[in-house]
């Protein structure tokens, strides 16, 4: 039977992606499989992922998902072209369309993709770009795919970089800020267990009001920051440390380092 779907890599990646899939009713067990080279690996996915496929190297499918490490992706992508030919999400972070497109064989339909880590929890953020050969149609089922684990938008390939150094980096920026506001809570004097319970409210109530509102971040700071007062005494030494600044210095940063790698 050929498969709906071959996710290559059952790493953290390509088994969040598997979980999406099968939560959102994209596919049934039995349609997916995962080609993993790791023994140990295949064991622990089993019993993960029961009723999915899990074998050594890629098989027959509809569609095939690349999830490796960039370090394998040649080797990835020549195992899979030697057994199918079909439509390639990439999700490798770095590795360009045109190589992508030399492993798999000129007319396969390639489409990458910038996903990030809160996939993991179906909260991520993806952009994907498609290749030569990818059409309206091949765009719709990446987006299909990586819809079971959040939010995707389309992008030029030349764009990635901006993107990684945004949303796909951007999560350690937030663990930072984390960080940061729960010691910050301990040094104004709160048990360490309130602090952390008070700041991951607070970032992901904000985020949620920020979504649900439809509403501006400057406009919701607005709201909060009235005259003289506590919010205003904060926000001024965040702009007396150049915090704003710092954080578009981390995208350009991250950005700029992704081109490098690439
Ligand atoms: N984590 C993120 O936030 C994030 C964001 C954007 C993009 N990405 C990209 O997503 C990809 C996967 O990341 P990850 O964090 O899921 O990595 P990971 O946990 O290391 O998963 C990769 C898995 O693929 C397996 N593998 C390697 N070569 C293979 C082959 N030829 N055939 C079958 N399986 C093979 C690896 O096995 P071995 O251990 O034996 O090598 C490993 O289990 C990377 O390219 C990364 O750049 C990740």
Redesign the pocket.
């Known amino acids: 039977m050929v498969a709906k779907l071959v996710v ?9 992606l598997v979980g999406g899939l099968l939560r959102s009713g994209w596919a049934q067990p039995s349609e997916l499989v995962v ?4 023994d140990d ?1 295949r064991r622990g996915l089993a019993t993960e992922l029961p009723g999915v496929g899990i074998e ?3 098989v027959s499918a509809e569609g095939a998902v690349v ?4 370090g ?2 040649r ?2 992508c020549e ?1 899979l072209a030697s057994v199918a030919s079909c439509r390639t999400l990439s ?5 360009s369309i045109s190589r992508i497109e030399s492993w798999l064989g000129t007319g396969v339909p390639v489409v990458r993709a ?4 809160p ?1 993991v929890v179906g909260a991520g953020a993806s952009a994907i770009a498609g290749g030569t050969a990818a059409s309206e149609n091949d765009m719709a089922w990446a987006e299909s795919v990586l819809g079971a684990v959040g939010v995707v938008v389309r992008v030029a390939e030349g764009l990635l970089d901006g993107v990684t150094g945004l949303s ?1 980096s951007g ?1 350690a920026y937030v663990f930072m800020v984390a960080e940061a506001l729960v010691e910050a809570g301990v040094l104004v004097g709160l048990p360490r267990t309130v602090s952390r319970a008070l700041a991951l409210q607070t970032i992901l109530g904000s985020a949620r009001l920020l979504s649900e509102s439809g509403e501006e971040p400057e406009v919701l700071r607005a709201q909060v920051t009235s005259p003289g007062g506590t919010t205003a005494a904060g926000l001024r030494a965040l702009e007396a440390r150049a915090v704003r600044s710092a954080f578009i210095e981390a995208v350009a940063a991250a950005a700029e380092r992704s081109r490098q790698l690439g």
Request: glycine letters at 18%.
């Open positions: 290559v890599g059952g790493g953290r990646m390509g088994t969040a080609a993993e080279a790791d690996r050594p190297g890629p999830a490796v490490k960039p394998d992706a080797e990835a195992a999700i490798m972070a770095g590795v910038m996903p990030n880590t996939a796909g999560p």
